[in-house]
């Protein structure tokens, strides 16, 4: 294999030039892809379909559609039920409801309430005007308490209220074309506004299909719309004006955009086409900037659609940030390394190029960037480098020795591109690893990262060495560093202290590690979406705030689905839903742990359940207007409920009874001996059956009252409220053959741990008082994360087996030596404990950014290794063994060196990440750099020299 890289190195010094204009237009081609990249911060749509939970999931969406919510609320001194409040909350309410792609909004101006009358159940609005004076504010509390819709719209203090907006599902996916015109400040006159009829002009021509709409900055009403509808900020433009242009449906934006562009020439005014898609966060928040506020607070905006809209911009300007970071960190790790221009800037255009290949070829496979590969760019920057370092390092030794250029580059590649190759595929197996995942995001973050290192690898072989055939040769005092220097000399002197004491070095190694290894049973497998937002954010300020103050934004479902149709309506389905219910919002919790009722530490922690919402709330609240409104029938019906009969009146005239018609009077039936199976009279009682319904009826006084199954009762107020209501209100709640239902549980957390305690409690309770022949299970986003983070475990235990039973295979193999892949793994096994240990010890968890730590890790790390037994035995083959080690340490130990500051330097750019897994990611792997490159440096020697394996001998295993 040697002689194959010596060979591409002569071919290299023969024809640089094609080479490097090969290099640059493959990267051309494969980045024009990075232009198709889309945003997808939704986790829930990477786990497949063969997931029984995603399945699931996915079935009970297509009996429950449910819109996405975003949950808005203000806040009041003078308290949520003061007029002014009250304004706000109708003004906003409709504001909202007229919102494109808004469903509907739920609000204290809106909710209706159930009353019972003499003539039956009424469903009205419990705001009939906004109350103008205290007295009225009084009794509109009173008719929304008794409603019960103050425990979800109105917050525990009191002095907030909130609203629900129900919105399309596909609103932040779809794309929307639009154009904003900008004039500068003091543009005005017959210029401007001939301009701005021109682009009207424009507008209703592409094609006039009533779609096109001109908004103008200077006008209230179209400053409102266009920030509802696009989120942009027009009162924004200082002095100036803006139009924001919407063209007709299927018109030519760019065609349009050129267009405006050339009809504002004169005008002086700048044109900006685009056609993204806009997070419905985005339209709200911009929406709320401009609305008239009559009470005095705070606005707060959440959701879990919130949350994913937040974390989707928080990536872009992730992006944006630490791309620059990492670069400028890399540029003076480099320079502080090499000490040239050339090792700054080969190195550092290797990666770039790379990189946009990767991504490029991302774009063209149309994968969207997730919460896994928004890290990809950093990644690749961050390990890319290690390749062409060690090239650029070896080169300048051989120069140092030769002084010739062409022959300096077929060496180095002679030397370097066999440990470069088995490093890379190392790397590259502890990548691809993670395509064992179940989580197609993992997945893909994975192979693509693999893809982008093998990028990385070709450019350093090919590319680099072609750059340096053609550039002068480096300065004298560059290549003959050798081991002169601080660096030089401090590792030299850890080599001949490593060479002088083994066993001390060997055993301080182990301790370190043991001490570890006692903290890792304390890592906790754990996502809270909220919590992964730096504190003082505005989305973490708002969930917090909801799940203080409100139900909260974290909903867990449990579907309920019984034997037959219409049996989810029986009385004991009905009731054990509302025992569940009961149960649930009887829990408590303190940090991660939950408490049901009686159990110590009980009394002292906070509520869990904010709220709980199903067809039982509707069933229980119609039952109690029917009787009046008495609290005592606030009750699921039983499994028999007396229903007296006002329509019919029954007279006994000697054997035959006579039904007549209580209002006119007129006969209606008779029943008499020889109806057995209808009619049977017990003395002063008597019972007729038809229909499958049972009437007992009072024969003194001439009533009677219908024995209702609860089924059919249960039924019949449904059904009331579908007449009398909004029918969608029930239909979220249950299905139309009325065979399955669900249960929405509102948790004041977002904490995985304690959701999974929830889910083992509901499933608990569930098993043992569910009739027979009814099953229910559990779904919702709180079901799936867990889901995922057990996929997550999954993921860390099988692609850290598979890495490391590859990467001993692939190093046996490779040696001829099964003991040689034990040693190489001896510093990264020790380097893991380590990470996992500060993990238990700092309490960091294991996350979707976490989870792929060691994976990856496994194959960075084994890269000093490799560079160091290469080195090593090289060296052995004139020099005794300490002696060889100091050798090492003097020449390839400063690129291994050089190798783990660039790493963890890259890796050290995600701290400033917005996302906390983000910052836990980068702090842990430069500690990895760190640890393993020091272990490699080390315990490795330190190993061979105690233990004298063979493989380390060239001599001996030639033998």
């Known amino acids: 294999m040697k002689k194959l890289f010596t060979a591409l190195g002569q071919f290299i010094v023969r024809h640089p030039v094609g080479i490097i204009v090969a290099a640059i237009a493959l990267t051309l081609a494969l980045g024009a892809g990075m232009s198709r990249l889309t945003m997808d911060a939704d986790m829930t749509d990477d786990i497949p379909n063969t997931i029984p939970e995603k399945a699931f999931f996915d079935e009970v969406g297509k009996v429950f559609p449910a819109n996405d919510v975003l949950v808005v609320a203000f806040s009041d001194s003078r308290g949520v039920y003061s007029p002014e409040s009250l304004s706000q909350v109708a003004d906003w309410t409709d504001r909202f409801a007229a919102m494109e792609d808004v469903k509907g909004v739920l609000s204290l101006s809106n909710a209706t309430m159930i009353t019972g009358t003499e003539e039956g159940i009424v469903i009205e609005r419990a705001m009939r005007g906004v109350p103008a004076s ?73 094609p006039a299909d009533g779609k096109f709409r001109v908004y103008r900055s200077d006008v209230v009403q179209d400053s409102f719309e266009a920030a509802a509808g696009y989120g942009l900020r027009m009162d924004a433009a200082k002095g100036g004006l ?157 120069m140092a020795t030769d002084g010739d250029r062409p022959k300096a580059i077929v060496t180095t590649l002679g030397h370097v591109a066999i440990p470069i190759l088995f490093a890379a595929l190392t790397t590259i197996v502890g990548f691809a690893s993670l395509a064992v995942s179940s989580i197609v995001a993992l997945r893909v973050y994975g192979l693509l990262a693999a893809l982008g290192i093998l990028f990385a690898l070709l450019l350093s072989i090919t590319f680099t060495p072609a750059v340096l055939a053609l550039l002068r040769p480096p300065r004298l005092r560059a290549v003959k560093e050798g081991s002169s220097g601080m660096l030089g000399g401090l590792l030299v002197g850890i080599g001949k202290m490593t060479a002088a004491k083994p066993v001390p070095v060997f055993v301080a190694s182990l301790a370190i590690v043991a001490l570890a290894a006692t903290a890792i049973p304390r890592i906790v497998f754990e996502t809270n979406t909220v919590e992964s937002f730096k504190r003082g954010t505005d989305i973490r300020e708002s969930s917090e705030y909801f799940n203080e103050n409100f139900t909260g ?103 035959e009874l006579r039904e007549i018609d ?30 499958g319904m049972e009437r007992r009826i009072d024969l003194e006084r001439g009533t009677a009252v219908d024995l209702v199954p609860g089924r059919v009762f249960a039924g019949q107020l449904v059904f009331q409220y579908e007449n009398s209501g909004d029918p969608e209100d029930i239909e979220s709640f249950i299905d139309n053959p009325r065979q399955t239902a669900r249960i929405n549980v509102f948790l004041r957390t977002g904490s995985s741990t304690v959701s999974r305690q929830v889910q083992t409690i509901a499933r608990s309770w569930i098993s043992a008082n569910f009739p027979e022949g009814t099953r229910a299970d559990i779904t919702g986003l709180a079901a799936l994360n867990l889901t995922i983070m057990d996929l997550l475990v999954k993921t860390q235990i099988w692609s850290i087996l598979t890495s490391l039973a590859i990467i001993f295979l692939m190093i046996s193999l490779k040696g001829r030596s099964l003991s040689e892949g034990l040693v190489s793994i001896v510093p990264l096994t020790a380097s893991l404990t380590i990470n996992f240990g500060v993990m238990g ?27 160091f037994m290469e080195r090593y035995r090289l060296m052995r083959e004139s020099l005794n063994p300490g002696d060889a080690v100091v050798a090492t340490m003097g020449t390839t130990g400063k690129g291994i060196v050089f190798n783990a500051a660039a790493v963890a330097g890259g890796f050290l750019a995600l701290t400033a990440s917005s996302i906390r897994g983000n910052m836990y990611m980068g702090a842990l792997m430069a500690l990895i750099m760190v640890v393993a490159s020091s272990f490699a440096l080390t315990l490795l020697p330190a190993t061979i020299l105690i233990f004298k394996p063979r493989f380390a001998d060239p001599r001996k295993k030639g033998e």
């Open 134 to 206: 205290a007295e009225e504010s009084a009794a509109f509390r009173a008719r929304i308490e008794k409603s019960g819709m103050a425990e979800a719209l109105v917050g525990r203090d009191g002095l907030a209220t909130c609203l629900m907006v129900s919105v399309d599902p596909s609103a932040d996916t779809r794309r929307r074309p639009r154009l904003v015109v900008s004039f500068p400040e003091g543009a005005a006159g017959p210029t401007l506004e001939s301009a701005i009829e021109a682009v009207r002009g424009l507008a209703e021509g592409n």
């Open 242 to 398: 803006t139009l924001l242009v919407r063209p007709g449906e299927g018109a030519d934006i760019a065609a349009f955009g050129k267009a405006a562009k050339a009809a504002l020439k004169d005008a002086g005014g700048t044109v900006r086409v685009e056609n993204s898609q806009i997070a419905m966060y985005d339209r709200v928040m911009a929406a709320i900037d401009l609305m008239p506020r009559t009470a005095d607070g705070k606005a707060y905006v959440s959701g879990s659609k919130a949350v994913s809209s937040v974390v989707s911009k928080l990536m872009i300007k992730d992006l944006a940030t630490l791309f620059p970071v990492v670069i400028v960190l890399i540029i003076l790790i480099l320079f502080l390394s090499f000490r040239t221009l050339r090792g700054v800037l080969l190195p550092l255009s290797n990666v770039i190029m790379a990189t946009v290949m990767a991504m490029g070829f991302m774009g063209w496979t149309g994968q969207s960037i997730s919460m896994a590969t928004m890290v990809l760019p950093i990644i690749l920057i961050a390990v890319g480098t290690a390749y062409a370092i060690h090239v650029i390092n070896r080169y300048y030794e051989d």
């Open 553 to 655: 934004i974290t909903m867990m479902t449990v579907v309920v689905k019984a034997g037959e149709e219409g049996a989810i309506l029986d009385s004991d389905v009905l009731q054990s839903m509302d025992g569940l219910e009961t149960l649930l919002s009887s829990l408590r919790f303190t940090g991660k742990k939950v408490y049901e009722p009686g159990q110590k530490g009980y009394e002292g922690a906070e509520d869990l359940v904010g709220g709980t919402q199903s067809i039982v709330t509707f069933v229980k609240g119609l039952n109690k207007a029917l009787h009046g409104d008495d609290p005592s029938w606030e009750k699921v019906p039983d499994a028999v409920t007396e229903v007296p009969v006002t329509t019919e009146r029954y007279v006994l005239a000697g054997e």
């Open 662 to 691: 209580s209002d006119w009077g007129d006969l209606l039936a008779t029943y008499g001996p020889g109806q057995a199976e209808t009619y049977v009279r017990q003395g002063d009682a008597a019972t007729i059956t038809r229909d």
């Open 841 to 867: 010890f700092a309490g960091i968890p294991v996350d979707i950014s976490t989870a792929t730590i060691a994976s990856i890790a496994i194959g960075i790390g084994i890269d000093y290794t490799l560079h």
